[in-house]
């Protein structure tokens, strides 16, 4: 028999039932002080070790007289081995348990060689974000193709950390691969700063979303908005009139069988009031007219809208750009900036959804139509405002471009990167293709349930600490990390970290320092849908 003397020794087993083993605890050399909930602990095979997250502590007959004879029990959670290189093995550390434990095998405190060993991710390519709850000197690593292979998922309440967790993911993924090709959607503009010049800033003010990139059911969404319905035939005249007009621009050429109303092919608002114009001067009457007469003058109201100029702006003769905006957003080539921060603070929120579904769109249809050559990584900031779980809720096509992407994606070269606060107001569909997910601080009980269905791999004792989880802490669980840990991220410094989201209410009330003439500035900014 093995001399067992040198490790921490803790126990023995008493009782095994399949990945579950409990472990009688040692009276006298053992306090319990030592261990934690959802800490590793080694069990000792003649062969090698086996390793199990602790999952419960408890004394089955607890005594008020004598504490020190009681029966102390220890449950744990089996998660893989580690096979000696006499026995045949290599000594790495392997998902899974080929040989159960046996009754009377010791059980052992892990060292900082074992959490090294099973938390490591040497083989494979890995950002950094934090260092391991139970040992702050083995780094809380994430495996780069495994993550994005098969998409994932940050969620937690506000202000727990997921947006900083989010800034080391990406900055890690950044200086490991300064080819990518990473779009993160930002509604608040959070992550202006967080990545320098290695990013692609857009917004409404420097880049041009042309109207043309939409297909028909998204150019409805912005010309009628949310009484579409009510405009059943101008709705169908406007069919007609789009695929004309992209007919006109492409020269209308008999072979062009391809093109159809939904085909990203640019078309000119003029030819559309052209084409108005024509049709009603040929009908009989205004009430055969009054559909045209709606598509008309819908479309001269988003021009003249300055919150809409992004899109319809008239002062910039019409072209192809589809290639130039394709490669500007998708980062093709990177040219030093292999990351497209989008800033949606200032779309309007009629539109906000028509825009995500069509970069999800775009984003998808590149993948496939490129080959899958140029791998790409959409992040969605606030997930559940554009694929919420409620029918209904929201527009329907930006849920189902990321959908598609979440279920097909990976097949394509595209990955997806989805952050929400609120876990149960995302699509479950959504949330269950992300294959690994860091979990922060989350009370709401609604949204702990979703959780542990995604968590299903997690030991209970990890699920049940989420409530208690402090600011930066998370639980990392999937195919992206090689068990499921307890970690806390690293900190970012001030100018790396995103904008707060929330206002200083005490530190501003506490002085008067508004300044002549600040209300007009302010007035003069909401009129005329400018910011500083």
């Not at 750009?321 to 949606?344: H, K, Q, Y």
Request: hydrophobic fraction near 40%; aromatic fraction near 6%; glycine fraction near 8%.
């Amino acid at each position: 028999m093995k001399d067992y003397s040198v490790y921490s020794r803790i126990g023995r087993v008493v009782s095994i039932n399949g990945a579950k083993v409990v472990v009688l605890l040692d009276k006298l050399t053992f306090d319990g002080n030592d261990m934690q909930i959802g800490g590793l602990l080694k069990l000792m095979r003649p062969n090698g070790r086996v390793y199990g997250l602790l999952e419960a502590l408890s004394i089955p007959l607890p005594r008020d007289d004598d504490m020190d004879s009681e029966m102390r029990v220890a449950e744990i959670g089996l998660i893989g081995e580690s096979v000696d290189v006499e026995a045949g093995g290599d000594g790495r550390f392997y998902r899974g348990v080929s040989t159960l434990p046996m009754l009377n095998d010791v059980v052992v405190l892990a060292d900082h060689s074992d959490t090294s060993l099973v938390y490591a991710q040497p083989y494979a390519q890995s950002v950094t974000v934090g260092s391991l709850h139970q040992d702050p000197r083995v780094p809380a690593c994430l495996s780069v193709d495994d993550m994005l292979g098969k998409h994932f998922a940050v969620v937690g309440t506000t202000g727990s950390g997921k947006s900083c967790a989010l800034v080391l993911i990406l900055k890690g993924i950044l200086e490991r691969n300064p080819n990518a090709h990473i779009v993160l959607l930002d509604p608040h503009g959070e992550y202006g700063r967080p990545f320098g010049d290695q990013a692609e800033h857009l917004n409404v003010r420097t880049f041009r979303f042309p109207y043309w990139l939409l297909n028909f059911e998204e150019l409805v969404e912005v010309v009628f908005g949310e009484k579409k319905g009510e405009h059943a035939a101008a709705v169908a005249v406007l069919r007609d009139l789009v695929l004309t007009a992209k007919l006109s621009f492409a020269g209308n050429p008999a072979d062009q069988t391809w093109l159809t109303v939904d085909t990203p092919v640019p078309y000119a608002l003029g030819e559309i009031n052209r084409l108005i114009e024509d049709a009603t001067g040929k009908l009989d009457n205004r009430t055969n007219s009054g559909p045209y007469l709606q598509i008309k003058a819908r479309l001269a109201a988003l021009q003249a809208d300055r919150r809409f100029a992004f899109m319809f702006s008239t002062g910039v003769a019409l072209r192809d750009e589809l290639s130039a905006i394709l490669g500007r957003i998708f980062r093709v080539p990177a040219n030093g900036r292999p990351i497209t921060v989008l800033d949606l603070a200032g779309v309007p929120s009629e539109v906000l959804n028509v825009i995500v579904a069509v970069i999800g769109r775009m984003a998808f249809d590149f993948g496939l139509w490129s080959g899958h050559t140029v791998p790409l990584l959409l992040v969605c900031e606030e997930a559940h405002r554009y694929a919420p779980q409620a029918e209904g809720v929201g527009f329907d096509p930006a849920k189902r471009a990321l959908a598609r992407i979440a279920r097909e994606g990976r097949k394509y070269g595209v990955s997806l990167g989805v952050l929400s606060q609120r876990p149960s107001d995302l699509d479950a569909s959504l949330l269950s293709q992300c294959s690994t997910l860091l979990a922060f601080r989350m009370t709401n009980e609604k949204d702990q349930e979703i959780i542990q269905a995604t968590m299903s791999e997690a030991s209970t004792a990890l699920f049940t600490s989420l409530p208690l989880l402090g600011n930066g802490e998370a639980i990392a669980v999937g195919e992206g990390v090689s068990v499921p840990m307890r970690l806390r991220i690293s900190s970012l410094p001030e100018l790396e970290r995103p904008r707060s989201s929330s206002a200083s209410f005490s530190s501003r009330w506490q002085k008067d320092d508004v300044r002549p003439g600040f209300m007009d500035k302010i007035v003069a900014h909401w009129r005329g849908q400018k910011a500083d």
